[in-house]
């Protein structure tokens, strides 16, 4: 009997970002740099919320009409407080609101560094979002809605 030699199977999956790939990550590294940037330079209002009015926005529609937070009330506010480090008052705001300005960073940082370095950490993270990972996030907005309305003052 002959021993046969064993070859590695041959890669399917570059080891580097394609040079397109690598300027979009840059795309995605500069546009979450902005907002980061943005909720930095905001003053977040005492309320909790109505933040976003710094930016030349009306006051949310919801508010007006039924003194009730609408889903996203408090973001801005959060990202704002995030943005100046204070995470506990982020989260105490509006819970997702400083989980979604935690995930920008986390975004940020990954996207650069697949820009600078050709790594594929953004291929990596792209498998993470299935629909269990989707349908969580959307119970934990859905959550800090509910935790919005109940601390409404």
Do not use: N
């Not at 905001?42 to 009015?53: N, Q, R």
């Not at 609408?70 to 819970?95: D, K, L, N, R, Y």
């Not at 989980?99 to 975004?107: E, K, V």
């Amino acid at each position: 009997m002959t021993a046969q030699a064993t070859y590695p199977k041959e890669r399917t999956t570059p080891l580097r970002s394609s040079t397109g790939e690598r300027i979009a990550a840059a795309a995605i590294a500069a546009v979450t740099l902005f907002v980061l940037f943005t909720a930095s330079w905001l003053t977040p209002d005492p309320a909790g919320h109505a933040t976003h009015t710094q930016l030349g926005m009306r006051k949310c529609t919801w508010v007006v009409w039924f003194d009730k937070p609408c889903p996203t009330c408090g973001m801005t506010t959060s990202f704002s407080h995030a943005g100046e480090g204070s995470w506990t008052t982020a989260v105490i705001t509006q819970p997702m609101g400083a989980l979604l300005a935690l995930l920008t960073t986390m975004i940020f940082w990954g996207a650069t560094h697949q820009a600078l370095t050709g790594s594929r950490i953004g291929f990596v993270v792209q498998t993470t979002l299935r629909p269990k990972l989707v349908i969580s996030m959307i119970a934990l907005a859905a959550a800090a809605w509910v935790y919005k309305i109940a601390t409404w003052s």
